[in-house]
């Protein structure tokens, strides 16, 4: 028992085992942050909650830019090709990685604690004053969480590089547990604090969990520091126009925090709905790009006709997926707003915004789940400026989309423009590798598309009829019926498409 314990921890899984843990933990994992959200936001006033996620923006700023744009574009890929000259080489670039990660993160981290009372002023520029103090010392504590994600994400792309996935897709559930027990335990003496506390424990809990497996692996902890080694001036090379690219997507959420903090709430409002379209994003999108990548990143150039048929085929198991899935999100959007934040301080006028706003923001989980895997793809064949064109050309549009959103229509226009600027990152980057591999979505393709768009759309009608049938005949007002309508609906939908792709024979539903 337990060697077969210890085989499922540390064995190497293949893309298939890998995809299927992933959707798994990432199902786990969103569930449970779903379970955090329904905790903050009944056990914390929204204006609160403000609070709460305006100090995450520069944290998550610092992240992004400094470490994130390096293990997707970069670590992984040329880790890869640095275990073909053996493990000696590969555990020397790890130790590299991390002492220039860890040093880098931590003099940035000292840089921002001082200059927070100057630049949050212009991210929360219609704060009160004793509602900015309070968000500049919660950030601060927060800066405690980018150094410990800064670990562990380069210890996860090393388990990516070795395939070993279980440990890895553990990690994100770790963070949520932690902010969830921190939210019940101490929400009520400690308010917002509490939850901040969660993030930095959770951060902690998310690098120890995979540091078993990695010294499994071999791995044995070393201060490097060279910036002389080919390897990390490539990694460098090629992490600078991703980590541009993160952070114009981090400029983007500052910039809608700014539009945001005008209106009491909002910023809450718009981070809570933007957590839940993730959900199938992360679970259905950005678990098989992860799986899929270091396939593709072993392929690079040298088979670019396998790098296609692995990319289309990845491509149309995420459009399977993901498109019923943000249907039903809109079909059942006010039933799954009402059930995950519509209690405590969250309020009718908090519910019908959040309603609103995940309208807009169904229309663009398609755009969001594909991205992850196409940025990838050139991520694979070392190309990462295009990427970036891409996200700073749809960052623009989102910016300025935003500014006159919000003012239109309010947290729900921020909501649009991100839905509009996520459209046209993916199609920039469609465009991009048709020229650079010659990736052409094909007749067969698109028929596949419409075909599960007609299965999508049959399925949203049967639900719409489940919750017009149940609402006339049960008080939906009451927390049971409202839950068994949406399970009622969500089943009855989901058993038609199903039936429907069984009987259309669609290959992935028979895999």
Same mark, same amino acid.
């Given at each position: 028992?337990?060697?077969?314990?210890?085989?499922?921890?540390?064995?190497?899984?293949?893309?298939?085992?890998?995809?299927?843990?992933?959707?798994?933990?990432?199902?786990?994992?969103?569930?449970?942050?779903?379970?955090?959200?329904?905790?903050? $936001?009944?056990?914390?006033?929204?204006?609160?909650? @403000?609070?709460?996620?305006?100090?995450?923006?520069?944290?998550?700023?610092?992240?992004?830019?400094?470490?994130?744009?390096?293990?997707?574009?970069?670590?992984?890929?040329?880790?890869?090709?640095?275990?073909?000259?053996? @493990? %000696?080489?590969?555990?020397?670039?790890?130790?590299?990685?991390?002492?220039?990660?860890?040093?880098?993160?931590?003099?940035?981290?000292?840089?921002?604690?001082?200059?927070?009372?100057?630049?949050? &002023?212009?991210?929360?520029? =219609?704060?009160?004053?004793?509602?900015?103090? %309070?968000?500049?010392?919660?950030?601060?504590?927060?800066?405690?969480?980018?150094?410990?994600?800064?670990?562990?994400?380069?210890?996860?792309?090393?388990?990516?590089?070795?395939?070993?996935?279980?440990?890895?897709?553990? /990690?994100?559930?770790?963070?949520?547990?932690?902010?969830?027990? /921190?939210?019940?335990?101490?929400?009520?003496?400690?308010?917002?604090?509490?939850?901040?506390?969660?993030?930095?424990?959770? *951060?902690?809990?998310?690098?120890? #969990?995979?540091?078993?497996?990695?010294?499994?692996?071999? +791995?044995?902890?070393?201060?490097?520091?060279?910036?002389?080694?080919?390897?990390?001036?490539?990694?460098?090379?090629?992490?600078?126009?991703?980590?541009? *690219?993160?952070?114009?997507?981090?400029?983007?959420?500052?910039?809608?925090?700014?539009? /945001?903090?005008?209106?009491?709430?909002?910023?809450?409002? +718009?981070?809570?709905?933007?957590?839940?379209?993730?959900?199938?994003?992360? #679970?259905?999108?950005?678990?098989?790009?992860?799986?899929?990548?270091?396939?593709?990143?072993?392929?690079?150039? =040298?088979? &670019?006709?396998?790098?296609?048929?692995?990319?289309?085929?990845?491509?149309?198991?995420?459009?399977?997926?993901?498109?019923?899935?943000?249907? *039903?999100?809109?079909?059942?959007?006010?039933?799954?707003?009402?059930?995950?934040?519509?209690?405590?301080?969250?309020?009718?006028?908090?519910?019908?915004?959040?309603?609103?706003?995940?309208?807009?923001?169904?229309?663009?989980?398609?755009?969001?789940?594909?991205?992850?895997?196409?940025?990838? *793809?050139?991520?694979?064949?070392?190309?990462?400026?295009? &990427?970036?064109?891409?996200?700073?050309?749809?960052? /623009?549009?989102?910016?300025?989309?935003?500014?006159?959103?919000?003012? %239109?229509?309010?947290?729900?226009?921020?909501?649009?423009?991100?839905?509009?600027?996520?459209?046209?990152?993916?199609?920039?980057?469609?465009?991009?590798?048709?020229?650079?591999?010659?990736?052409?979505?094909?007749?067969?393709?698109?028929?596949?598309?419409?075909?599960?768009?007609?299965?999508?759309?049959?399925? $949203?009608?049967?639900?719409?009829?489940?919750?017009?049938?149940? =609402?006339?005949? +049960? =008080?939906?007002?009451?927390?049971?019926?409202?839950?068994?309508?949406?399970?009622?609906?969500?089943?009855?939908?989901?058993?038609?498409?199903?039936?429907?792709?069984?009987?259309?024979? #669609?290959?992935?539903?028979?895999?």
């Amino acid at each position: 028992m337990f060697n077969y314990i210890k085989s499922v921890l540390f064995r190497e899984n293949s893309i298939r085992s890998a995809s299927w843990i992933l959707v798994v933990t990432l199902a786990f994992s969103n569930i449970l942050g779903v379970i955090r959200d329904h905790f903050l $936001a009944q056990k914390i006033p929204t204006d609160q909650l @403000d609070i709460y996620y305006a100090a995450f923006r520069l944290p998550d700023f610092l992240l992004n830019v400094l470490i994130l744009g390096a293990i997707a574009a970069a670590v992984i890929p040329v880790l890869g090709r640095t275990l073909r000259l053996g @493990d %000696k080489e590969a555990w020397r670039l790890v130790n590299n990685l991390l002492s220039l990660g860890v040093s880098a993160m931590l003099v940035a981290i000292a840089v921002l604690y001082f200059l927070f009372p100057k630049l949050l &002023p212009f991210i929360v520029p =219609d704060f009160p004053l004793q509602k900015l103090h %309070k968000t500049i010392t919660l950030a601060r504590l927060m800066l405690l969480s980018p150094l410990f994600f800064s670990i562990s994400y380069i210890v996860g792309s090393v388990l990516n590089v070795k395939k070993r996935f279980f440990m890895y897709s553990l /990690a994100p559930i770790m963070y949520n547990l932690a902010i969830i027990s /921190a939210t019940v335990i101490g929400a009520h003496s400690y308010g917002v604090l509490a939850p901040v506390v969660g993030v930095v424990v959770g *951060a902690f809990l998310h690098m120890a #969990i995979q540091l078993p497996v990695l010294f499994r692996l071999g +791995f044995r902890p070393q201060f490097i520091f060279s910036l002389k080694s080919k390897e990390v001036r490539r990694i460098f090379k090629l992490m600078l126009p991703r980590a541009i *690219a993160l952070g114009a997507g981090q400029i983007q959420l500052v910039a809608f925090t700014a539009f /945001a903090s005008s209106i009491a709430g909002a910023i809450a409002i +718009f981070s809570l709905t933007d957590n839940i379209q993730t959900v199938p994003t992360v #679970i259905l999108g950005v678990s098989f790009a992860t799986a899929t990548f270091p396939s593709l990143a072993q392929i690079g150039n =040298d088979n &670019p006709e396998e790098f296609r048929r692995l990319l289309i085929k990845a491509s149309r198991v995420i459009l399977f997926l993901v498109i019923p899935s943000a249907v *039903a999100l809109f079909v059942l959007r006010a039933q799954i707003v009402r059930l995950i934040l519509g209690y405590g301080y969250f309020g009718w006028s908090d519910t019908r915004q959040a309603v609103d706003t995940l309208a807009f923001f169904t229309v663009g989980i398609v755009a969001q789940s594909l991205i992850p895997l196409f940025a990838r *793809a050139f991520y694979s064949l070392e190309n990462t400026r295009f &990427p970036m064109m891409a996200a700073i050309v749809a960052v /623009a549009i989102g910016i300025t989309g935003g500014y006159f959103g919000a003012e %239109k229509l309010g947290v729900a226009g921020l909501a649009l423009a991100f839905t509009v600027a996520g459209w046209t990152q993916l199609f920039i980057l469609l465009i991009g590798l048709e020229k650079r591999i010659r990736f052409r979505l094909t007749k067969e393709f698109w028929f596949f598309v419409l075909r599960v768009l007609c299965l999508a759309v049959v399925s $949203a009608l049967v639900m719409q009829a489940v919750k017009v049938t149940y =609402d006339a005949f +049960f =008080d939906i007002d009451k927390v049971y019926n409202l839950l068994l309508q949406t399970l009622l609906a969500v089943l009855v939908g989901g058993a038609t498409y199903i039936g429907g792709a069984w009987q259309w024979r #669609i290959p992935e539903i028979r895999k």
